[in-house]
Every structure is written in C-alpha cells, then in structure tokens.
C-alpha cells in the first residue's frame, strides 16, 4: 500500500503566505515526478506546479512568482511554499505521485497516487 498525505491548508488572507506539503508512504522503491494540483469551486482539477526526481519543475502560469515547488527525497515528501495568496488561489490542493512500488520479492509495480486533498482558503 502506497499513501499520500497532505498538510498545510487553512484560512489565509490575501497577501499571505502557506507551506503545504505531502509525505509518500508505504512500500515505495522509488519516486518520479511529484506534484501538486487544485480544484477551486465549480472548477475542474488543474495542475498547479509539479517537480521531477532530479529537481526540474514547471508551474501554471497563475503561480510562476508566486509559488515555489520543492521536494525531500530521503523524506519521500513534496512542499509548495504560497506566497502572495489571492482569493482565487482558493481551492482543495492535491498532492500527485509517480511511484514504483514494491511488490513481493523483487517485483515492481509502476502508479500514479493522488493524496485525499487539503482546504486553502484566502479571504479576508
């Protein structure tokens, strides 16, 4: 079994600041891309920033100067650090993994993992 598990959300006021972060658990051989993405209300899912096993990242162009990805691979964990939060950074952030797995002895299995989701809220 492989989860996810997110913390960091909460009520922010605009111009403020979060540090969210999600630490993989579980039979894991090893992790590729991590990210985190978002779902504000009536909205689809959309990606928010992801980063690779050797640190390259990309991010949606609402955050780029805002939001920074960064991950701890001895800790199997992925931060987002928010700053400058707007009311419509508002949304339940999921964390994503690209995981391999162990699987008895010497086997592998390759997934990709979503975390339950954690509430930001940015209001005043």
């Known amino acids: 079994q492989v989860q996810l598990v997110e913390s960091g959300g909460g009520l922010v006021q605009p111009g403020g600041s979060l540090r969210l972060s999600c630490a993989a658990s579980?039979?894991?051989?090893?992790?590729?891309?991590m990210g985190w993405y978002r779902q504000g209300p009536g909205k689809e899912r959309e990606l928010v920033a992801r980063?690779?096993?050797?640190?390259?990242?990309n991010y949606a162009d609402s955050v780029k100067g805002r939001f920074i990805i960064s991950r701890d691979n001895a800790k199997n964990t992925v931060y987002l650090q928010m700053n400058s939060l707007k009311p419509e950074d508002t949304a339940v952030y999921y964390c994503n993994a690209d995981i391999v797995r162990r699987i008895g002895y010497g086997g592998r299995d390759y997934n990709n993992y979503w975390g339950q989701g954690t509430q930001v809220t940015v209001s005043s």
């Open positions: 980063i690779s096993s050797g640190g390259s990242t």
């Open positions: 579980g039979s894991i051989f090893s992790i590729n891309d």
